[in-house]
């Protein structure tokens, strides 16, 4: 069956970087978008990026624009999200998903927890 | 973005009773590309509806979308003790994906 696992998750000092991964089985990579989505303390949902199913399309939220970086290894079926002067305001859990044909988010990892804090 | 406004915030119900929970979207979600999503303590969401109305694979047909443009639906028409969890919903139909704040289903 489909499974996502995050990993990477920490806490990091304000301006810090920090590197999650999601390992995904049940399925390829090379078929179906991927997507980041975070959650703060007490808030909703938000997205945070897309990933094609050839990798050679990102997306991103303005939020994150040009801090996040997004990528994959079709070898290790894994995903990653590369992120770079990290803000109080990028706490919270971040959730690896697939995506599916129709653009729904159609399964979730359990998330992992990233806190930037001094 | 669409802004996905969810009520009631806390649903306070019992076993056996009929669950109704409500999506508004700002504006027309395209192509009615609306999703419902179940999440308990500790463990992943679950996609439950997606489509507006369409159940996903292996979700109980207790579980039913409807609705179309800017309200949307959610009906649990006979709740099981299993079904108290968080349910927020989604849409995909509009750039960027964008998501309510949920619904609180409680005992």
């Known amino acids: 069956q489909v499974q996502l696992v995050e990993s990477g998750g920490g806490l990091v000092k304000p301006g810090g970087s920090l590197r999650l991964s999601c390992a995904a089985s049940?399925?390829?990579?090379?078929?179906?978008?991927m997507s980041w989505i975070r959650q703060a303390p007490g808030k909703g949902l938000q997205w945070v990026s897309y990933?094609?199913?050839?990798?050679?399309?990102?997306y991103y939220a303005d939020s994150v624009m040009g801090r996040f970086t997004v990528s994959r290894d079709i070898a290790k079926n894994s995903q990653y999200l590369q992120m770079t002067s990290l803000r109080a305001e990028d706490t919270g859990v971040y959730y690896c998903?697939?995506?599916?044909?129709?653009?729904?988010?159609?399964?979730w990892g359990q998330g992992t927890l990233v806190t930037v804090s001094s | 973005e669409i802004v996905l406004t969810q009520s009631p915030g806390t649903l306070s119900l019992s076993p056996g009773e009929r669950a109704t929970l409500s999506c508004r979207a700002s504006?027309?979600?395209?192509?009615?590309?609306l999703a419902w999503h179940q999440q308990k303590p500790g463990q992943a969401p679950r996609l439950l509806i997606y489509g507006a109305s369409s159940r996903a694979t292996g979700i109980p047909d207790r579980f039913s979308g409807s609705g179309s443009g800017t309200d949307f639906t959610l009906t649990i028409s006979r709740l099981e003790p299993e079904d108290f969890a968080v349910y927020f919903c989604q849409q995909y139909g509009n750039s960027p994906l964008t998501f309510g704040q949920g619904t609180r289903l409680e005992i």
């Open positions: 990933i094609s199913s050839s990798g050679k399309s990102t």
């Open positions: 049940g399925f390829t990579l090379s078929d179906y978008y």
């Open positions: 998903a697939r995506v599916s044909g129709e653009g729904a988010i159609d399964y």
């Open positions: 504006q027309s979600v395209s192509s009615n590309y």
